[in-house]
C-alpha cells in the first residue's frame, strides 16, 4: 500500500510540474510572437520630443530647472530608473521652470514629460 501512495506522490509532482511548464511557456510565446499592440504606460520608442531641458543647477538646497518646448512635467529620483508615464515623481512645471528642495551632496536625475507621452532621457546633477 505505501509502494502504491508513493507512486502516486510522484505522477501528482510530475503531472503538476508539466501543467506550470506549460503555462508559462504559454506566457512566454505570446508575449514574443503576438503582434498585439502595446498598452503600456512607458514612453513611445523613437518619438522626437520638442521640449528639452536646458539646465538643471543646485543652489542652496535647491534644484532648479529650466526647460524649452511643450514640456508638462517634471521627474526628480535618486535613482537612474526611468519613471512610467503614471510614476509618482511627476510634478507639473510652470513656464518651463521648477524649483524644489533636494538633499545637498546627492545626485539626482532629471526627467521631463510632454503632453504626446515622450519622456526624455535623464540629466543627472550631483549636490556640492
Known amino acids: 500500500m505505501k509502494k502504491n501512495k508513493d507512486n502516486s506522490m510522484t505522477v501528482f509532482i510530475v503531472v503538476a ?8 511557456t504559454s506566457v ?3 508575449n514574443f510572437i503576438s503582434n498585439h499592440e502595446s498598452d503600456s504606460y ?9 521640449a528639452k531641458i536646458e539646465s ?4 542652496d538646497g ?3 530647472l529650466l526647460t524649452t518646448g511643450d514640456p508638462i512635467a ?5 535613482t537612474r530608473t526611468k519613471p512610467t508615464l503614471n510614476s509618482l515623481c511627476w510634478n507639473a512645471l510652470e513656464n518651463n521652470k521648477a524649483s524644489i528642495n533636494i538633499f ?3 545626485k539626482y536625475y ?3 514629460k510632454d503632453s504626446e507621452g515622450n519622456i526624455s532621457e535623464a540629466t543627472s546633477v550631483k549636490g556640492r
Request: with cysteine; glycine share 2%.
Open 110 to 112: 532629471v526627467w521631463i
Open 104 to 106: 545637498s551632496y546627492k
Open 56 to 59: 538643471v543647477e543646485i543652489v
Open 17 to 24: 510540474g508539466l501543467v506550470v511548464l506549460i503555462v508559462f
Open 74 to 78: 517634471f521627474c526628480v529620483k535618486s
Open 42 to 50: 512607458y514612453a513611445k520608442v523613437d518619438e522626437e520630443m520638442t
Open 28 to 30: 512566454i510565446a505570446y
Open 62 to 64: 535647491k534644484l532648479n
